[in-house]
């Protein structure tokens, strides 16, 4: 695989891939294009793999999983350290080949690359430090010791709205447990990965090791990888759709899951809230990746005292926005991934407006090539909208009126996901209050950005199981075993 020469300019020949990534061979193919959604075209084809493929790279973690397991903590964690300052040298190249691919702007895609380049530092710290269990029975009988294994082979599953840092959220974590493992990333944006891979050669990390394929049949391929008694996780971020099928197939063989699925994010804002900070908080919650992100804003509750404050402001700044390709150093938001997500978002933004919902600015998609659908702001929109209860995965607002504390948390229940969550209050008694209120993984208090990879990032209800990051991620690659010793 190539870049074709008119985009080579925009990355490092070096991270340019040469097709799967198996057993440390790069094996050539095509048969998936990817697109530049700033304007359409194909930038680069991509191998399609079989099950075949799919089989050998079972084969490759396989062959490379007694010699990783077996590698000391200290060993497998300085690779993972060389890995980061690999990602941090090329951060340039790697934020502007997100920006290709994936469409987002480039001062979104160059903070993705810190952020993706960070689970590798914090899991080569994690990897010296895998904790274990002393204790001794109530009754005395006996003690019990309690060892971490790794969990053995990993099918590791992302998407393509954060190409680089959904793969090593699971790649640091898995490796420092000592798990080998198969990437699968989305189909639009596999160059990421690539170019990841081949950074990770670099860093030392063994032939087998880590093996990536890109397939036009996710389904088959999965459940062929799903069915080996071999694998034994499956880690998945991604939508709750898809999400629920994969759990399904995974019970077949009762593969272990960690599932970062989709979000319906309610912001919350009281009246005593700052309103310059919670406008800053709320471009931030909504815009990082143009909304496409599982923890963007999605519903905002605004208190009636501060509503029609909270909606001029919120709509100047959106309204400001420059919207250009990705890698334009001007643009401020970037294209949607595809031409289905536009025509989805217009859907959804048409539905509002028709139950009665008003546009202070944007309202549908932009004429021309590429995939852009502009900032847009709701307001006055009912409860009963499709926009309140699905994911809409762009640069759209809609601004819902409250007056009490309990119908607050009631809306912002209302819903069948359980991500991340946002408040804007001076009061922290009532943002705790609130806070156990909110069926969420994740609460931000005054703040428009939760992730960190020293946090746990995950969510309740059909969100998700399981978390990403923090001190328990790497457990989420390992089990439990248990010593009962007489001495
Ligand atoms: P998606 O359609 O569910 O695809 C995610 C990944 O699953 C892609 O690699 C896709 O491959 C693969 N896939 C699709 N169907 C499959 C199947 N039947 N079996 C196995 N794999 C399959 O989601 P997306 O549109 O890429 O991503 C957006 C979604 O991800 C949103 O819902 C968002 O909230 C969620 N997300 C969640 C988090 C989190 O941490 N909770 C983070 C980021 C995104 P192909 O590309 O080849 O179809």
Known sequence: MTLHTKFAGYADPALHAQGLYIGGQWQAGAGIPVLNPSTGDVIAEVPDATIADAMSAVDAAEAAAPGWRATPARQRSEILRRWFQLMTDHAEEL?????????????????????????????????SRIPGEYRHTPSGSH?????????GIAVLITPWN?????????????????????????????????AMARLGAEAGVPAGVVNVLTTRNPG????????????????????????????????????????????????????????????????????????????????????????????AGLTAR???????????PATQC?????????????????????????????????????????????EGVSVDAEIAHEEIFGPVAPVYRFETEEEAIRLANNTEYGLAAYVYTRDLKRAMRVGKGIETGMLG????????????FGGVKQSGLGREGGVTGILEFMEAKYYAVEF
């Open 95 to 127: 934020a502007t080949l997100i920006s290709l691919e994936n469409g987002k702007a480039l001062p979104d895609a160059r903070g993705e690359i810190g952020y993706a380049a960070e689970f590798f530092r914090w899991y080569a710290e994690e990897a």
């Open 220 to 311: 088959p391929v999965t459940s062929a990888m799903l069915a080996d008694p071999r694998v034994r996780k499956l880690s998945f971020t991604g939508s709750t759709g898809v999400g629920r099928t994969l759990l399904a197939e995974a019970a077949k063989t009762v593969v272990s899951c960690s599932m970062e699925l989709g979000g319906n994010a309610p912001f919350v804002v009281f009246d005593d809230a700052d309103l310059e900070a919670a406008l800053e908080g709320a471009m931030i919650a909504k815009m990082r990746n143009a909304g496409e992100a599982c923890t963007a804003a999605n519903r905002f509750y605004v208190q009636a005292g501060i509503h029609d404050d909270f909606v």
């Open 162 to 194: 954060f190409p680089a840092a959904m793969a090593t959220r699971k790649i640091g974590p898995a490796l420092a447990a000592g798990c080998t493992v198969i990437l699968k990333p989305a189909s639009e944006t596999p160059l990421t990965a690539f």
């Open 143 to 151: 003690t019990i010791l309690v060892d971490h294994e790794p969990i």
């Open 334 to 378: 970037g294209p949607m991934i595809t031409q289905k997500a536009v025509q989805k978002i217009d859907h959804l933004v048409s539905d509002a407006i028709r139950r009665g919902a008003r546009t202070t600015t944007g309202g549908a998609p932009l004429p021309g090539t590429g995939y852009f659908y502009p900032p847009t702001v709701l």
């Open 318 to 328: 959106m309204a400001a926005l420059k919207i250009g390709a990705g890698y334009d």
């Open 445 to 456: 208090i005054n703040r428009g950005l939760m992730s960190d990879p020293a946090a746990p």
